[in-house]
């Protein structure tokens, strides 16, 4: 399940201290009630003091020196709450190329911003305070710019749900909450009917308890149902006789769109990388799931063993790239 929020780091600074003083506690009592939702870690760009104390409401004014000025008086039990969330960055995996793709303004196509991009990334919300225009608005829309394989870029317009009153959570809980179950109700299916969906794929390893978790966005789920989808097929023809062996060429001919490999010399000689990618088959067999799906725009890997004995594909990892 996605737990995130997306801190709007950007919305500020206030003009006033006096702007801000007024703006935090209702900004407290929207993050409370969204961690009430599911939304109950909240993310920062690693620039941002994490902690809050250091994040600036107005120029040379922080969010320290409004806690010192208000930590005793009626906003005390919201802020011990407050300070109960947990809080997470940076906003991007390291390895991730942050230059697939872009978030932009509509009025600014020239700056990618980093707090929609996040929010399209993990399909979070943000949080902001409402100082002006595009933060006093929900949805925002946006476009997102990648580019096609030939280089062209490409725009699509999207929506970027921004919590910046009560009234706005309000208005979008149904959603966030049917969105909060959504990536569960996934992992869960894809389990459950397994052997309907997918008979010629096994879960094996990590794989299992990660589909369960949920922790995956939606592009990735469904990228995980078409690398199943394709893989089963694989392994029911090289069953049946009609593939006689498995090879990364062959199996892409199963309307496999995501690029396969196995792992590189200097992996596979590394014996802590190598046993980082070891798990255990429901034989008792240990072995090295070195081949792996690479999926679209995300450095995710979805490991796999193709038992030729069994002619069936074990799947043992999905999730992000391995230690290299």
Not at 218 to 241: C, N, T, V, Y
């Amino acid at each position: 399940m996605n737990q995130l929020i997306i801190f709007n780091h950007l919305s500020l600074p206030y003009a006033t201290s006096s702007d801000a003083d007024a703006a935090i506690p209702l900004f407290l009592k929207i993050c409370l009630q969204a961690g009430q939702l599911g939304l109950s870690v909240i993310l920062f760009d690693e620039e941002i003091d994490k902690t809050w104390f250091k994040v600036e409401l107005v120029h040379g004014y922080y969010f320290h020196d409004w806690y010192n000025k208000n930590k005793n008086d009626e906003n005390k039990d919201l802020i011990r709450a407050f300070r109960n969330i947990q809080t997470r960055q940076p906003f991007f995996p390291r390895d991730l190329d942050t230059a697939l793709f872009d978030v932009v303004l509509p009025s600014d196509e020239s700056r990618n911003i980093a707090t929609l991009k996040a929010a399209r990334w993990y399909e979070a919300p943000i949080v902001s305070f409402p100082v002006g225009v595009p933060w006093n608005v929900s949805p925002i829309q946006a476009l997102l710019q990648t580019l096609d394989a030939k280089g062209k870029l490409e725009s699509k317009e999207i929506d970027i749900i921004n919590l910046y009153s009560l009234a706005v959570l309000h208005a979008w809980e149904s959603i966030l909450r049917k969105q909060q179950e959504v990536s569960l109700v996934k992992g869960c299916d894809i389990v459950e009917n397994m052997k309907a969906n997918f008979p010629g794929v096994v879960l094996c390893g990590k794989a299992e308890e990660q589909l369960l978790s949920g922790a995956y966005p939606p592009l990735i789920f469904e990228q995980i149902k078409e690398s199943f989808s394709a893989l089963s097929r694989f392994a029911m023809d090289w069953h049946l006789g009609s593939v006689k062996q498995y090879t990364h060429e062959a199996l892409s001919k199963y309307d496999l769109s995501y690029e396969i490999s196995g792992e590189s010399d200097s992996v596979m000689s590394n014996r802590e990388l190598k046993k980082l990618r070891e798990f255990w088959l429901p034989t008792g067999e240990k072995v090295c799931f070195e081949n792996h799906i690479k999926f679209r725009y995300k450095k995710f890997r979805l490991h796999f063993y193709p038992a030729v004995e069994e002619k069936i594909i074990y799947v043992g990892y999905i999730g992000s790239h391995m230690l290299t």
